[in-house]
Nanobody
Framework: EVQLVESGGGLVQPGGSLTLNCTPS????????IGWFRQAPGKNREAVSC????????YYADSVRGRFTISRDIDENTVYLQMDRLKFEDTAVYYC?????????????????WGQGTQVTVSS
């Protein structure tokens, strides 16, 4: 059974940085498309970023492009989401999701596995 373990959320001031980690068990990141989604109170879940073996350039939502960086470490079997220059509107619960496919999709319904979510709060 594939499980996704997330870590790295927290409270940060505007302009600060956080790194989220997603580590799957039971499968390697090389076999997965791994995406990060977020959901703020009263809003729909939105795709933030995604990385996959055959994806080429990672996917970023327009709202985070240039501030967030997704990467993966095959040896650590972990996908990272480096979030820089954080804004108030980045506040949300962030979810790691995985799909057994070589390409990303922004459709949350397509993902097979989900992490438990980690809270990111940007506040002064």
């Amino acid at each position: 059974e594939v499980q996704l373990v997330e870590s790295g959320g927290g409270l940060v001031q505007p302009g600060g940085s956080l790194t989220l980690n997603c580590t799957p068990s039971g499968i390697t990141v090389h076999e997965l498309a791994i995406g990060w989604f977020r959901q703020a109170p009263g809003k729909n879940r939105e795709a933030v970023s995604c990385i996959a073996t055959s994806q080429g350039a990672p996917y970023y939502a327009d709202s985070v492009r240039g501030r967030f960086t997704i990467s993966r470490d095959i040896d650590e079997n972990t996908v990272y989401l480096q979030m820089d220059r954080l804004k108030f509107e980045d506040t949300a619960v962030y979810y790691c999701a995985a799909l057994k496919a070589p390409l990303c999709t922004g459709n949350a319904a397509m993902y097979d596995f989900w992490g438990q979510g980690t809270q990111v709060t940007v506040s002064s």
